[in-house]
């Protein structure tokens, strides 16, 4: 399974973007997906994820509320639509997947990784 991730860039402020996670592998369309974050000097951190079947999602207290997880599993595709934007999410966004449907918090439970893409939130 290998995941495309796309969608980053450089946005003011309260703006929005959104992120994309393309998986090839028919698989795929049954594995658990997250998103986690690195920003320059920090450890990666979980942002959101959601379950194989699209039915049950979390998401980091820092982004609940701002942050939607989705998926399109004929496209076998995540989606992170990412509104009202600050500074602080400025970071290299990476997916994940997962040889289950459950989805976990740490990344040391997910198989797969895509390359990253920038998010750069200016003030």
């Known amino acids: 399974v290998q995941l495309q991730a796309s969608g980053g860039g450089l946005v003011q402020a309260g703006g929005s973007l959104k992120l994309s996670c393309a998986a090839s592998?028919?698989?795929?369309?049954?594995?658990?997906m997250a998103w986690f974050r690195q920003a320059p000097g920090k450890e990666r951190e979980f942002v959101a994820a959601?379950?194989?079947?699209?039915?049950?999602?979390y998401y980091a207290d820092s982004v609940k509320g701002r942050f939607t997880i989705s998926r399109d599993n004929a496209k076998i595709t995540g989606y992170l639509q990412m509104n009202s934007l600050k500074p602080e999410d400025t970071a290299i966004y990476y997916c994940?997947?997962?040889?289950?449907?459950?989805?976990?918090?740490?990344?040391?439970?997910?198989?797969?990784w895509g390359q990253g893409t920038q998010v750069t939130v200016s003030s």
């Open positions: 994940a997947a997962r040889i289950s449907s459950s989805w976990y918090v740490s990344s040391v439970n997910y198989n797969y």
């Open positions: 592998g028919r698989t795929a369309s049954s594995y658990a």
């Open positions: 959601i379950s194989g079947s699209g039915g049950n999602t």
